[in-house]
């Protein structure tokens, strides 16, 4: 998991990444993305459960977050167990049969919040000539 930019400013977005190393199976036309929810903490403690997009099918997907007081917020990312039925050879050659995967979470991520909002990184400009 990542958090960009960290830190960050009061009420400035705050994009979420999270991924597993494997990329979901797909078959035929059909596409397994994975499901992902993060936990986060704010600094007085309250706890909320972000649900993630479906990932794509590189395994990843992303959340913005916008942060609304100073201090460190706690971010973990969440994939529950999930079995994977694949009918027929999947599209990396995976035989038919049932593909189980064990739940796993991320390390906790610390967001640290201040009250500067941080200056997005530059564009790289486009070339004039040849």
């Not at 993060?38 to 997907?61: A, D, I, R």
């Amino acid at each position: 998991m990542n958090l960009s930019p960290n830190p960050a400013g009061v009420n400035q977005s705050v994009t979420v990444f999270v991924w597993l190393s494997l990329a979901p199976f797909a078959f035929g036309s059909t596409f397994y993305g994975w499901n992902f929810t993060v936990t986060v903490t704010t600094p007085s403690g309250e706890t909320t459960n972000l649900t993630l997009p479906e990932s794509l099918p590189t395994g990843y997907t992303y959340i913005p977050y916008t942060p609304t007081t100073t201090g460190s917020y706690k971010f973990q990312a969440n994939f529950a167990a999930v079995t994977v039925n694949m009918p027929t050879f999947s599209s990396f050659g995976a035989a038919p049969g049932d593909y189980s995967y064990e739940s796993s979470q991320s390390t906790v991520q610390t967001l640290n919040v201040t009250t500067t909002q941080v200056n997005p990184w530059p564009e790289t400009p486009l070339p004039t000539g040849y």
